[in-house]
């Protein structure tokens, strides 16, 4: 069974103090692996996609990254507005099906 | 571009009643989802449809939960009788093919007293 687990559970961090969250995750064959953000009250906004070990992603302050167990999402000098839930997900091969598997999420919390 | 559309937004019901969710997904978009997100938890998927053949329902529990997309578009998901364990947000996304990025609406709401 697809597994995926989410450090910090919750991080607090002041404006422009920078950090990663990571994500860990088993899969029987990956075929993508997902971050998204979740204002409260929201749907999950699409972040990144990526595919395979090495490689890497930017999105303005947020850069993703990926290892065959891990991935990483450094959130650089940090403001206010990405105070969010940050939420991995993973997509294996299994032929038409496919569902993503969640991880838990990480409540980022940034204040000036 | 329009994203999905969902509604209603939010529904309070009591244990034992019925309770319909309507997804409208972005135009063009093949594959439809339907998930459950519990308080704290990640979304977990309940069905997904390609077109409006059902591809993956495995975690969807029969016994109370039905969904339909009878022109590969408009999507509803029912619940028939609603137990206090229903108490979710029920998500539903779509994409342009089953590998495909998929795109979160946002959400309904359901409380179950």
């Known amino acids: 069974e697809d597994q995926v687990t989410q450090s910090p559970e919750a991080l607090r961090l002041q404006e422009g103090e920078s950090s990663s969250l990571n994500c860990s995750y088993t899969v029987s064959g990956l075929r993508g692996l997902f971050w998204y953000r979740q204002d409260p009250g929201k749907g999950p906004e699409f972040l990144f996609t990526?595919?395979?070990a090495g490689e890497e992603k930017e999105k303005e302050r947020l850069k993703a990254t990926l290892t065959k167990k891990e991935s990483f999402l450094h959130i650089t000098a940090p403001k206010p507005e990405d105070s969010a839930t940050y939420l991995c997900?993973?997509?294996?091969?299994?032929?038409?099906?496919?569902?993503?598997?969640f991880g838990t999420g990480t409540r980022l919390q940034v204040t000036l | 571009e329009a994203g999905v559309a969902q509604s209603p937004r939010y529904k309070i019901i009591e244990k034992r009643q019925s309770v319909a969710f309507w997804c409208n997904p972005i135009?063009?978009?093949?594959?439809l989802y339907w998930y459950q997100q519990i308080l704290g938890q990640g979304p977990k998927l309940l069905i997904q449809?390609?077109?409006?053949?059902?591809?993956?329902d495995s975690q969807l529990p029969k016994d109370r939960f039905s969904a339909e997309r009878l022109k590969g578009v408009d999507s509803t998901l029912k619940i028939q009788p609603a137990k206090l364990e229903d108490s979710a947000v029920y998500l539903c996304a779509s994409s342009l093919a089953g590998q495909g990025t998929q795109y979160f609406g946002p959400g309904t709401r359901l409380t179950v007293l």
């Open positions: 449809f390609q077109n409006n053949g059902v591809v993956d």
């Open positions: 135009s063009g978009h093949a594959t």
């Open positions: 997900a993973v997509q294996a091969h299994t032929g038409t099906a496919s569902k993503l598997t």
């Open positions: 990526l595919y395979s």
